[in-house]
């Protein structure tokens, strides 16, 4: 049954503002990063402040249209519009232009079109259409096989081209698969294993071990609120371990305090299990299990950073990490980037006042390094407003998301969510050194035809659908 | 109601998260940290360095001893280098490649991010094709400065070289950078900071290829370049030229003031070098070589060579004898061919005896001057030898001898006259008289005296009493005055009066026959001079001759010593003869005498 309702009544307002201030803060941003006193009017067309310009109205244009189509045809055509996404994604491997090594580009006369950037809406819609599919058992392997297909295969390919960046967007989608039943411990793992991926890299193997002893304790002392077997479960590790540091220095053993720990924790490990098991508690099973699959991950770690990433991706890695100080060669990006941010002070240099990014100490200036320009020129209040307005965008499209009735509507609204979230933690994570170097745009934000079209896309086909929710009967 | 609708808090709580993170990270490097701002400043500022024109320098008359071409370093600034065609480079330089190489690396050493000289003053043709095709070598450019150039090439020592500023001049003085140059000797480096003018600045914004992109806070911050100020010498070219001319074949100096002001007219040390020299590229070359030339012609004997003034000293015994009152200009004592007296002699040459005053000083009589010296240290005025030796010494320190003069050259000696101490030292204080120091009767044994002072006696003489620091500067451009300390009148303890036999007893000397230092004679002019032979225990005697005319309002005051040439009218008479009649007529009436010292061989000796 549909009920017949004024779209422009229903349509969320707001997230359409935010939308249109970002997009003209965009603009604004890209001409102060190229600025170029022989083309002083933001209009001059052969400037790429004049071309985006026409970019967002063609967006505007592309976002009213999404308003003219039926509701139901985004996820009547979800499997269609994603079959073309993947045969596109096939047909730039083969057609597309190489840029800078990468086969990601379709050149059409003078215009270059990304076909991965359209990729992530057709994703979004097909996996919304997946996991909305009646009786769906999510849990199940049929199911997991199916939505891991569904994420991995465009991923792939962007991959080959290769573009790594953009492929690894499409892990954000497991927020989504998370938000609609997958097991919390996927999450859990991947925040675990990320960090601990850096951890390894970054301090000695003894003192993440601790901190994983420690954690492990900690958690089973909030789970059990059992203070007294939190304590002796401390004192069977402490003894052992105490007994053989004694030992080692008294030059009787020579053994390091990295094997001496892990010794003690072997030592304990029985008792834990029997207290577990005549106690019945699953939840130290599980505690173990992360704890001692922590330090085997620690481990693996070494020998995964050393033996297979590239040789550039460890230099990213460690440039990130701090480990190396390179200011002219890999980490000169970052670095820059930083400078120009951070000579921004408070209240920044004013408007076209930025020499960092103006004169071409940031590379990627208006693209990828957008931020760099809103961080010098704006200062702390410019990227706090930035940052700010992305945090506002998304906790607003949560909840557009959630009010929608039809789980289609709510599981495409996490798929925006989800997107733009990646693009903007992992693009302001690297313009600011909290990330490696991954050149993904900054929705919105970044100079570019392609990004600024597929985001737009993306988010009013959520707002079209938001606008008729009430058409729906659940 | 979905069973995972919980969820959305999780999802909601990363972003929120995630944004913190963020919000605290930048407040970190943007508010926080301030090391940001200082880097983006360096990052896109591009500073020029605007070198003035040194000040140029010119001599009494006018005319220009010292004055500036252009020339043009290429700079380099390592850190802005990228890959160039070195093939054209090397080419263009007329360099080897692992030249290039390096001095990059050199630079480098020094900073990445701050220019230093790559290549030294290239030539303008070269600076034309380099200037062209720079566009093509980022990290490079032109910097223009300024050479010294010497139009007659004269005054070495006196005017001093400029050279590159070493390490402890930047550290002392925070004006000078790497590369810049400084005045190392004589007036550039007496008057280095009136002379190299204020450097200047501009700022550029620079984007990532140094390319220009505009001024930086719109030239506010830019300083104009002052020019040095222009500072005119007391020297007299044509003067210090003819010196340097009549000392080619001996080792030694000329020093000429103008008694009336102290300024110093010539100021010739031998062997000297030609200061274009130490210009250009030729001077590292140059420099070692004139380093290790045995005759070591660095050495400025004119200020730093201490030579025992001989003869030339009873002008001043004679004046303090005068003052004290132990003889007067008629006293006579006879010479027996010597001085002859408690055992010891000290031998004098054929003249008549007994002599007065004035002629012993006209005759430079030895022995005269030994009771004269015995008059002094055993005036009964005084308790001990000690205290009469140390008022005698009083006496000559006000003639500016034993001490620094405080001219205007930063290498001048004080010389030495001894003190009480210094006897007390050798032989055991009240163990020591008249005897044991009579050499000072005849300017000999202990005393150290440079040229200068001794031209400095010599206008003392001339002035009947006073005399006023010698320097080599008399205006600075833009100054009002000299420094007040050549303006200050210095007053010896003797009356001018007595001076008045002194000056009759050098007239006699040179003018009178029988005199000792008739090759100085001038005709029309009267010279008053006195010869001395410093006796060096190393070789033949030192020729020592001081001189002043005219004797009535004298004009010149002149000190000559050429080392090892013997008797004082040998070689120094004639020199301040000539100097003299060139200063006062500049014509020589006496060609044969120039002749002679031109040619430089003794006529027993030919």
Same mark, same amino acid.
């Given at each position: 049954?549909?009920?017949?309702?004024?779209?422009?009544?229903?349509?969320?307002?707001?997230?359409?503002?935010?939308?249109?201030?970002?997009?003209?803060?965009?603009?604004?941003?890209?001409?102060?990063?190229?600025?170029?006193?022989?083309?002083?009017?933001?209009?001059? &067309?052969?400037?790429?402040?004049?071309?985006?310009?026409?970019?967002?109205?063609?967006?505007?244009?592309?976002?009213?249209?999404?308003?003219?189509?039926?509701?139901?045809?985004?996820?009547?055509?979800?499997?269609?519009?994603?079959?073309?996404?993947?045969?596109?994604?096939?047909?730039?491997?083969? !057609?597309?232009? @190489?840029?800078?090594?990468?086969?990601?580009?379709?050149?059409?006369?003078?215009?270059?079109?990304?076909?991965?950037?359209?990729?992530?809406?057709?994703?979004?819609?097909?996996?919304?259409?997946? &996991?909305?599919?009646?009786?769906?058992?999510?849990?199940?392997?049929?199911?997991?096989?199916?939505?891991?297909?569904?994420?991995?295969?465009?991923?792939? =390919?962007?991959?080959?081209?290769?573009?790594?960046?953009?492929?690894?967007?499409?892990?954000?989608?497991?927020?989504?698969?998370?938000?609609?039943?997958?097991?919390?411990?996927?999450?859990?793992?991947? +925040?675990?294993?990320?960090? =601990?991926?850096?951890?390894?890299?970054?301090?000695?193997?003894?003192?993440?071990?601790?901190?994983?002893?420690?954690?492990? &304790?900690?958690?089973?002392?909030?789970?059990?609120?059992?203070?007294?077997?939190?304590?002796?479960?401390?004192?069977?590790?402490?003894?052992?371990?105490?007994?053989?540091?004694?030992?080692?220095?008294?030059?009787?053993?020579?053994?390091?305090?990295?094997?001496?720990?892990?010794?003690?924790?072997?030592?304990?490990?029985?008792?834990?299990?029997?207290?577990?098991?005549?106690?019945?508690?699953?939840?130290?099973? !599980?505690?173990?299990?992360?704890? +001692?699959?922590?330090?085997?991950?620690?481990?693996?770690?070494?020998?995964?950073?050393?033996?297979?990433?590239?040789?550039?991706?460890?230099?990213?890695?460690?440039?990130?990490?701090?480990?190396?100080?390179?200011?002219?060669?890999?980490?000169?990006?970052?670095?820059?980037?930083?400078?120009?941010?951070?000579?921004?002070?408070?209240?920044?240099?004013?408007?076209?006042?930025?020499?960092?990014?103006?004169?071409?100490?940031?590379? @990627?200036?208006?693209?990828?390094?957008?931020?760099?320009?809103?961080? @010098?020129?704006?200062?702390?209040?410019?990227?706090?407003?930035?940052?700010?307005?992305?945090?506002? &965008?998304?906790?607003?499209?949560?909840?557009?998301?959630?009010?929608?009735?039809?789980?289609?509507?709510?599981?495409?609204?996490?798929?925006?969510?989800?997107?733009?979230?990646?693009?903007?933690?992992?693009?302001?994570?690297?313009?600011?050194?909290?990330?490696?170097?991954?050149?993904?745009?900054?929705?919105?934000?970044?100079?570019?035809?392609?990004?600024?079209?597929?985001?737009?896309?993306?988010?009013?086909?959520?707002?079209?659908?938001?606008?008729?929710?009430? @058409? =729906?009967?659940? | 109601?979905?069973? %995972?609708?919980?969820?959305? %808090?999780?999802?909601?709580?990363?972003?929120?998260?995630?944004?913190?993170? /963020?919000?605290?990270?930048?407040?970190?490097?943007?508010?926080? *940290?301030?090391?940001?701002?200082?880097?983006?400043?360096?990052?896109?500022?591009?500073?020029?360095?605007?070198?003035?024109?040194?000040?140029?320098?010119?001599?009494?008359?006018?005319?220009?001893?010292?004055?500036?071409?252009?020339? %043009?370093?290429?700079?380099?600034?390592?850190?802005?280098?990228?890959?160039?065609?070195?093939?054209?480079?090397?080419?263009?330089?007329?360099?080897?490649?692992?030249?290039?190489?390096?001095?990059?690396?050199?630079?480098?050493?020094?900073?990445?991010? $701050?220019?230093?000289? /790559?290549?030294?003053?290239?030539?303008?043709?070269?600076?034309?094709?380099?200037? *062209?095709?720079?566009? $093509?070598?980022?990290?490079?450019?032109?910097?223009?400065?300024?050479?010294?150039?010497?139009?007659?090439?004269?005054?070495?020592?006196?005017?001093?070289?400029?050279?590159?500023?070493?390490?402890?001049?930047?550290?002392?003085?925070?004006?000078?950078?790497?590369?810049?140059?400084?005045?190392?000797?004589?007036?550039?480096?007496?008057?280095?900071?009136?002379?190299? #003018?204020?450097? #200047?600045?501009?700022?550029?914004?620079?984007?990532?290829?140094?390319?220009?992109?505009?001024?930086?806070?719109? #030239?506010?911050?830019?300083? $104009?370049?002052?020019?040095?100020?222009?500072?005119?010498?007391?020297?007299?070219?044509?003067l210090?030229?003819y010196g340097?001319k009549l000392m080619t074949k001996f080792r030694g100096s000329i020093v000429a003031l *103008?008694?009336?002001? #102290?300024?110093?007219?010539a100021?010739v040390?031998s062997?000297?070098?030609?200061?274009?020299?130490?210009?250009?590229?030729?001077?590292?070359?140059?420099?070692?070589?004139?380093?290790?030339?045995?005759?070591?012609?660095?050495?400025?004997?004119a200020?730093?060579?201490?030579y025992a003034p001989g003869s030339t000293f009873k002008t001043?015994?004679?004046?303090?004898?005068?003052?004290?009152?132990?003889?007067?200009?008629?006293? *006579?004592?006879?010479?027996?061919?010597?001085?002859?007296?408690?055992? %010891?002699?000290?031998?004098?040459h054929?003249h008549?005896?007994?002599?007065?005053?004035?002629?012993?000083v006209q005759h430079s009589c030895n022995?005269?001057?030994?009771?004269?010296?015995?008059?002094?240290?055993?005036?009964?005025?005084?308790?001990?030898?000690?205290?009469?030796?140390?008022?005698?010494?009083?006496?000559?320190?006000?003639?500016?001898?034993?001490?620094?003069?405080?001219?205007?050259?930063?290498?001048?000696?004080?010389?030495?006259?001894?003190?009480?101490?210094?006897?007390?030292?050798?032989?055991?204080?009240?163990?020591?008289?008249?005897?044991?120091?009579?050499?000072?009767?005849i300017g000999?044994?202990?005393?150290?005296i440079?040229p200068?002072?001794m031209a400095?006696l010599a206008g003392?003489i001339a002035?009947?009493?006073?005399?006023?620091?010698?320097?080599?500067?008399?205006?600075?451009?833009?100054?009002?005055?000299?420094?007040?300390?050549?303006?200050?009148?210095?007053?010896?303890?003797?009356?001018?009066?007595? /001076?008045?036999?002194v000056a009759d007893g050098m007239e006699g000397a040179v003018n009178r026959s029988g005199g000792t230092a008739w090759r100085a004679r001038i005709a029309d002019i009267i010279v008053c001079g006195k010869t001395g032979t410093a006796e060096n225990?190393?070789?033949e005697d030192h020729s020592v001759f001081i001189a002043f005319a005219p004797k009535?309002?004298p004009?010149i005051a002149i000190s000559v010593c050429v080392e090892n040439g013997g008797f004082g009218n040998i070689w120094a008479a004639p020199i301040a003869g000539l100097m003299a009649e060139k200063y006062l007529r500049?014509?020589i009436t006496r060609p044969y005498m120039e002749e002679y010292v031109l040619r430089g061989v003794r006529l027993d000796q030919?």
């Open positions: 049954m549909r009920r017949s309702i004024n779209i422009l009544n229903n349509t969320d307002w707001v997230a359409a503002g935010i939308y249109l201030v970002m997009v003209i803060l965009g603009w604004i941003n890209i001409y102060a990063a190229v600025f170029d006193e022989q083309h002083e009017s933001i209009l001059d &067309l052969s400037q790429r402040y004049g071309k985006q310009l026409i970019w967002i109205i063609a967006a505007i244009v592309l976002a009213i249209t999404i308003f003219l189509i039926d509701t139901k045809f985004y996820s009547f055509f979800a499997y269609i519009i994603y079959a073309i996404a993947i045969l596109l994604l096939i047909g730039v491997l083969t !057609l597309g232009e @190489e840029i800078h090594g990468a086969r990601s580009w379709f050149r059409i006369g003078s215009f270059h079109l990304q076909p991965a950037e359209f990729a992530k809406i057709a994703t979004s819609l097909a996996l919304a259409k997946y &996991l909305s599919s009646y009786n769906l058992k999510i849990k199940s392997f049929h199911a997991i096989a199916w939505i891991l297909a569904i994420i991995l295969l465009p991923a792939l =390919l962007i991959a080959i081209q290769p573009d790594l960046g953009s492929a690894l967007v499409f892990f954000t989608f497991i927020l989504v698969a998370y938000r609609e039943g997958f097991s919390d411990a996927i999450l859990v793992l991947g +925040v675990i294993l990320a960090v =601990l991926f850096f951890l390894a890299l970054l301090l000695d193997k003894f003192i993440i071990f601790m901190i994983i002893l420690g954690l492990a &304790l900690l958690v089973y002392w909030i789970l059990s609120r059992n203070l007294r077997s939190t304590f002796i479960a401390g004192i069977l590790v402490a003894v052992p371990a105490g007994i053989l540091y004694l030992l080692s220095r008294m030059d009787l053993i020579t053994m390091n305090r990295y094997y001496i720990i892990l010794l003690a924790v072997a030592v304990a490990l029985p008792f834990y299990l029997t207290y577990a098991y005549r106690k019945r508690i699953r939840n130290i099973y !599980l505690i173990l299990l992360l704890a +001692v699959g922590s330090s085997a991950f620690t481990f693996s770690v070494d020998y995964v950073f050393h033996s297979v990433l590239k040789e550039h991706q460890q230099h990213r890695v460690n440039i990130m990490l701090g480990l190396e100080s390179d200011p002219l060669g890999l980490g000169y990006n970052v670095n820059q980037s930083k400078i120009a941010i951070g000579s921004g002070g408070f209240t920044g240099k004013g408007f076209l006042q930025g020499t960092q990014t103006k004169f071409d100490f940031v590379p @990627e200036q208006s693209t990828d390094f957008i931020f760099c320009t809103v961080g @010098e020129e704006w200062g702390f209040v410019g990227t706090a407003l930035v940052i700010g307005l992305f945090i506002f &965008l998304l906790i607003r499209l949560i909840k557009i998301a959630e009010r929608q009735r039809s789980d289609f509507s709510r599981i495409y609204g996490y798929g925006v969510v989800s997107v733009l979230f990646f693009h903007f933690a992992v693009n302001i994570g690297m313009t600011i050194g909290l990330l490696p170097v991954i050149g993904i745009p900054l929705p919105f934000f970044s100079y570019g035809g392609s990004s600024l079209w597929a985001f737009t896309i993306l988010l009013f086909i959520l707002l079209r659908l938001d606008a008729t929710r009430m @058409e =729906l009967l659940k | 109601m979905n069973p %995972y609708a919980g969820r959305k %808090y999780v999802i909601g709580g990363i972003i929120i998260l995630t944004g913190i993170i /963020f919000l605290i990270r930048l407040f970190f490097i943007q508010v926080v *940290e301030s090391s940001y701002k200082s880097t983006a400043e360096r990052n896109a500022r591009h500073i020029e360095i605007q070198y003035p024109a040194r000040g140029l320098i010119y001599d009494r008359n006018g005319e220009i001893l010292v004055y500036n071409e252009a020339a %043009y370093d290429l700079m380099v600034t390592p850190g802005q280098l990228q890959a160039f065609d070195t093939v054209d480079f090397c080419r263009i330089l007329e360099i080897p490649k692992n030249e290039v190489i390096r001095r990059i690396r050199t630079a480098s050493d020094y900073s990445v991010f $701050k220019p230093s000289i /790559f290549l030294r003053q290239i030539s303008s043709v070269t600076y034309a094709v380099m200037q *062209e095709k720079l566009y $093509k070598f980022p990290g490079f450019f032109v910097q223009p400065r300024t050479l010294r150039k010497y139009p007659r090439d004269i005054a070495a020592h006196a005017l001093g070289f400029v050279g590159e500023v070493s390490e402890e001049d930047i550290e002392e003085n925070e004006y000078y950078q790497m590369g810049d140059y400084i005045g190392v000797t004589g007036i550039e480096l007496a008057y280095e900071e009136v002379l190299r #003018g204020v450097k #200047g600045r501009k700022i550029f914004l620079v984007d990532v290829h140094n390319r220009v992109k505009g001024s930086y806070q719109g #030239g506010r911050a830019d300083r $104009k370049a002052e020019v040095g100020e222009n500072v005119v010498s007391t020297l007299d070219a044509g210090q030229e340097e *103008e008694p009336s002001t #102290g300024e110093v007219l100021l040390t062997p000297a070098y030609k200061p274009s020299l130490l210009v250009g590229r030729i001077r590292s070359e140059n420099f070692l070589y004139l380093s290790q030339d045995t005759l070591k012609p660095w050495f400025n004997r200020l730093m060579a201490f001043v015994n004679g004046a303090i004898a005068l003052q004290e009152g132990v003889i007067t200009t008629a006293s *006579e004592y006879y010479c027996d061919l010597g001085f002859h007296m408690g055992g %010891y002699s000290v031998a004098c054929m008549p005896s007994p002599l007065d005053f004035r002629g012993a022995a005269y001057f030994n009771y004269v010296y015995r008059a002094i240290l055993t005036d009964p005025e005084f308790e001990s030898t000690a205290e009469a030796y140390m008022n005698w010494r009083d006496h000559v320190m006000s003639f500016g001898f034993g001490d620094y003069l405080h001219s205007d050259f930063e290498n001048e000696l004080p010389g030495f006259v001894p003190d009480d101490q210094y006897y007390n030292n050798i032989y055991g204080e009240g163990h020591w008289n008249f005897f044991t120091v009579r050499s000072l009767s000999q044994g202990e005393l150290g440079t200068l002072q400095n003392i002035n009947r009493g006073f005399y006023y620091t010698p320097h080599i500067i008399k205006e600075v451009e833009g100054q009002d005055r000299i420094d007040e300390r050549f303006l200050e009148k210095h007053n010896t303890r003797i009356d001018s009066i007595h /001076f008045a036999a225990p190393h070789g009535d309002n004009q500049d014509t030919q």
